[in-house]
């Protein structure tokens, strides 16, 4: 079973703040999916990153897909009310059983 | 364009009913999945389906079914239902299937059990 570790669980920053959250695993992923998941609401993808060492910049979010293709990070830059909520990290390798982190959970406080 | 559509959004149920909840893609996805999420284990994949057939399957008991219709509207059926059973179930939709694609997910049904 591939497993995605995210961390931190939990995130309570001000805003203006920068700040990095990660997504690790032990197994090589063809793609990697990050999310972000408002209370009461479903995950709405951010971005799609497929090839190692590739940056996405979506904004003031920065993703990041490691060179060996088992890791990741989002960095968000100036941090928002409004970027409050669970990010999930999403990836599936080999057969098409899509494996979710547990999530980071992000509050930004004005 | 309409997004993913699930109903019910709330449903309580008391031990041993079942229950049966719905999906309607997003137009001209052919592709459904449902998802299982607690604070516990977070999101786990149930099944997919597409063109009618069940493609993948996550690790989830018979107890929890599903079916896709020819409008590739989806229904998930879970019988007997357990206390551990709560939670709240999402759908997504994509226009196909196989690795990597991306998911569309509906704002979910949330289940509790009595």
């Known amino acids: 079973t591939q497993l995605l570790e995210q961390s931190p669980q939990f995130l309570s920053i001000q805003e203006g703040e920068n700040l990095t959250v990660y997504c690790n695993s032990s197994s090589v992923f063809s793609s990697l999916q990050w999310y972000r998941q408002e209370p009461g609401e479903g995950p709405v993808l951010l971005v799609t990153v497929v090839t190692g060492g590739e940056v996405k910049k979506l904004k003031r979010l920065t993703f990041q897909f490691g060179d060996a293709r088992k890791d990741s990070s989002l960095h968000i830059t100036a941090a928002q009310p409004g970027d409050t909520g669970l990010y999930l990290c999403?990836?599936?390798?080999?057969?098409?059983?899509?494996?979710f982190g547990r999530g980071t959970s992000l509050i930004v406080h004005p | 364009k309409a997004g993913v559509t699930q109903t019910p959004r709330y449903l309580i149920k008391t031990r041993g009913q079942q229950v049966t909840l719905s999906c309607s893609p997003i137009?001209?996805?052919?592709?459904v999945s449902w998802y299982q999420q607690t604070p516990g284990q977070g999101l786990q994949f149930l099944f997919e389906y597409f063109s009618e057939t069940q493609r993948n399957k996550g690790n989830f008991p018979g107890r929890f079914s599903g079916r896709q219709f020819s409008n590739s509207r989806s229904e998930m059926n879970v019988s007997t239902l357990e206390l551990g059973d709560s939670a709240l179930y999402l759908c997504?939709?994509?226009?196909?299937?196989?690795?990597?694609?991306?998911?569309?997910f509906g704002d979910g049904t949330r289940l509790s059990i009595l």
């Open positions: 137009s001209g996805h052919r592709s």
């Open positions: 999403a990836a599936s390798g080999g057969s098409y059983i899509p494996t």
């Open positions: 997504a939709s994509s226009p196909g299937t196989g690795e990597g694609q991306p998911q569309h």
